[in-house]
């Protein structure tokens, strides 16, 4: 499995940004897709997870009603749609790919990872 990340970078507090995680090679039927995050000095932490064949998305508290996940099943594809960005939202933002859910949401690990994005909120 790869995951190819893209989107990150520096923005103002309030502002946005939307990052897409692209998995390729995946042999499993059914899979969660999603972010776990780590700011400096700090555990990683789960963000925000999907299935791309359906189902509610999975969120962490620190991001409900300001992120929005999605996914594009065809081109196995998830986004990250982060609005009213915090200080505190400043982490390396890694995509990660599992067939479990708690593998990412309860464990904050996963089978597969993506290269970190890094996402700075800094006036």
């Known amino acids: 499995v790869q995951l190819q990340a893209s989107g990150g970078g520096l923005v103002q507090p309030g502002g946005s940004l939307n990052l897409s995680c692209a998995a390729s090679g995946v042999t499993f039927n059914n899979y969660y897709i999603g972010w776990i995050r780590q700011a400096p000095r700090k555990e990683r932490e789960f963000v925000a997870a999907i299935n791309l064949s359906g189902g509610s998305p999975y969120y962490a508290d620190s991001a409900k009603g300001r992120f929005t996940i999605s996914g594009d099943h065809a081109k196995n594809t998830a986004y990250l749609q982060m609005n009213s960005l915090k200080p505190e939202d400043t982490a390396v933002y890694y995509c990660?790919?599992?067939?479990?859910?708690?593998?990412?949401?309860?464990?904050?690990?996963?089978?597969?990872w993506g290269p970190g994005t890094l996402v700075t909120v800094s006036s």
């Open positions: 990660v790919l599992d067939p479990y859910i708690m593998e990412i949401v309860a464990d904050t690990r996963a089978a597969n």
